[in-house]
């Protein structure tokens, strides 16, 4: 089980890393983010959802964006304003969700998060959890394990609401057969292509259609709008410093230190939680005992244990370098050898019988090659309040500033230039949708003023200034005369490709053979037996067609289509047959079920969402 929730959870705790991370809290300060006292935005069911919690979920979408999209994603989706309604939608929904969950009774136990957490690669360092950089990546944003937790616990819950929608819901056969009738159709085709290169011989494009197109299409023919920026921009590996020789060693040194008795245990447990005392520590006497005398320890736990969290997978709670369990349970788990069991051992979270499974010995490497990573590490520490102040002295320097000298003499910063660049971007940064959406916004295009700073990344930061725009601009004729005859020649070429091709269908439809037509014209045909629907073996153009052409009572088809290269293609077919899901392998049938329950799924989830906002007292404020 433990499994289970953590595959499903890795995108989740991912999420939560990314936000603790990356996203900014100097806007409200992260103690008002969970205390009271702050703008609320909306109450759900009585609680409330903050100001806080909506910027923060903004910041974080807005990242999500940039990372699925990267280069392509367009600058307007990243506006706040744009943002806000459905992030706050969407923190509503979750906070819905998770109400769910608590009324339902869901948990989520201490020992589960423990092992998420040290499971989690970014909280390691040389391939293993590091306490250290777990309570210094928290610390840095102001947050405590016990802060973090709660968020993790919240979004598990929530997909414990989720998962069960999902696995309440299953395909019929009907259903399922009528799904395979349509996605397993084939027909046999027959097809030839009339090339569109080597066509157009002798086209020309008289000079009035040329003047009458520009007329008509001014709107199409205007220079880029463009601008450049002054900035300034703070990097956090600029203010790393050189570092001791004895400083690296020491560091090594505390390393080597930390790695003894820092060895890994695997434990598995039983666990009562409900049960009294005596009854429960009774149980385990005997289950212990079972277990002595040869059972499988991880068959009386799939059997017997309360924790629904590990007794799926045989009560294994993962390793443990010490911290992970409760204080009483890591001292049990340390009195044992390899395949020992303890007596009880009570711990808040109820009565246990531990087993250490394994015992994995952790070695310090040596310090030649750990050289390198200590000196950056101690330099990355030493830089990072450093790049806080000053990035929040940027910030505040440049905000309501007429320039950015005084920023730039204070921080010693240089005053760059950026190349011209549109609202498409530039090159380097300023492909970045972030900055070209702030150097096309209203504060530094419209209103002459410095832009707010931009977080380009948790190390990469700047502000920019308005040096110089030139706004689009009509182009005259002459300038775009040899373009519009390219795409008007282009046009018409395709067009005379095109009325070729339904020349020689009409020829199919006088009686001729496809192989009789393609033949004399000088073309080629090509034969696909049992074409299924988004099979590869033809261009997508006809494979889309294929299935959309009329039939005729015998199941053939005929008909012509283009392709985004202008190619046209002639094509006839016959014997068209549905699909039928008996005649599917068992894993093309489960995969077909699986999809479909998925899609169920989602429309399940859909309309609860919508029924629980109904039933839910929603008060936007």
Request: charged letters at 30%; proline letters at 3%.
């Amino acid at each position: 089980m433990l499994q289970n929730i953590r595959d499903k959870t890795q995108g989740t705790l991912a999420k939560i890393i990314l936000a603790l991370i990356v996203i900014p809290f100097a806007a409200f300060g992260i103690d008002a983010f969970f205390t009271g006292g702050v703008p609320e935005v909306a109450r759900v069911n009585g609680e409330a959802v903050t100001e806080p919690e909506l910027a923060q979920n903004i910041e974080l979408e807005r990242r999500r964006l940039l990372a699925q999209m990267q280069d392509s994603v367009d600058a307007a989706l990243l506006d706040e304003a744009r943002l806000k309604g459905p992030v706050l939608e969407s923190l509503i929904d979750r906070t819905l969700l998770r109400q769910v969950a608590e009324r339902s009774g869901f948990r989520v136990g201490e020992a589960m998060l423990n092992q998420l957490i040290i499971d989690n690669e970014s909280f390691h360092e040389n391939g293993v959890f590091s306490q250290a950089r777990f309570q210094g990546i928290l610390a840095s944003n102001g947050m405590s394990p016990a802060q973090f937790k709660d968020l993790m616990r919240e979004d598990i819950m929530i997909s414990q609401v989720t998962n069960g929608l999902e696995v309440s819901e299953f395909a019929t056969d009907v259903e399922l057969g009528n799904v395979a009738r349509l996605t397993q159709q084939t027909l046999d085709v027959q097809y030839f292509s009339v090339p569109v290169e080597g066509a157009g011989a002798g086209v020309e494009v008289p000079a009035d259609r040329i003047a009458a197109y520009f007329e008509e299409n001014k709107s199409e023919f205007l220079t880029e709008e463009t601008l450049q920026v002054e900035y300034l921009e703070l990097k956090l590996a600029d203010l790393f410093q050189p570092v001791a020789e004895a400083e690296v060693r020491a560091e090594y040194e505390r390393r080597v230190a930390s790695f003894e008795g820092a060895d890994e245990r695997h434990a598995a447990h039983i666990m009562f939680s409900s049960l009294p005392d005596e009854e429960a520590q009774a149980r385990l006497v005997a289950l212990r005992e079972r277990a002595l005398a040869g059972e499988d320890f991880a068959t009386l736990a799939r059997e017997n244990s309360e924790d629904a969290g590990s007794a799926a997978s045989g009560g294994d709670l993962g390793f443990s370098s010490g911290d992970a369990f409760p204080a009483e349970f890591e001292t049990a788990l340390e009195s044992l050898a390899p395949g020992e069991v303890s007596a009880p051992v009570k711990s808040k979270s109820g009565w246990h019988l531990v087993k250490l499974l394994e015992l994995r010995q952790q070695t310090a490497p040596p310090f030649e090659e750990m050289r390198a990573g200590i000196e950056t590490e101690l330099q990355r520490r030493a830089a990072e309040p450093v790049f806080v102040e000053r990035s929040d002295r940027l910030a505040d320097l440049t905000f309501n500033s007429d320039d950015l000298a005084e920023a730039s003499s204070a921080l010693g910063l240089e005053r760059k230039l950026s190349p011209e660049f549109g609202r498409r971007g530039g090159e380097g940064m300023f492909a970045d949708a972030r900055v070209i959406a702030a150097a096309f916004g209203e504060d530094v295009l419209a209103n002459r003023q410095n832009s707010e700073r931009i977080e380009l990344d948790d190390e990469h930061v700047v502000v920019l200034r308005l040096k110089e725009h030139k706004s689009a601009r009509q182009q005259e004729l002459a300038e775009v005369e040899a373009r519009i005859r390219d795409l008007l020649r282009e046009s018409m070429v395709r067009e005379e490709v095109r009325t070729r091709a339904e020349q020689l269908l009409a020829e199919l439809d006088a009686g001729r053979s496809i192989e009789q037509i393609a033949t004399a014209a000088g073309y080629e045909v090509k034969v696909i037996e049992h074409y299924g629907r988004d099979a590869p073996g033809v261009p997508a153009e006809l494979g889309e067609a294929l299935f959309r052409t009329p039939r005729a009572a015998d199941g053939s088809g005929r008909g012509t289509v283009v392709t985004a290269s202008g190619d046209a293609l002639v094509y006839r077919f016959d014997n068209f047959r549905d699909g039928a899901l008996e005649s599917l392998p068992a894993e093309q049938r489960e995969m077909l079920g699986n999809l479909l329950q998925r899609s169920r799924a989602r429309e399940v989830q859909a309309h609860y969402q919508q029924r629980l906002r109904e039933s839910s007292s929603v008060e936007l404020l």
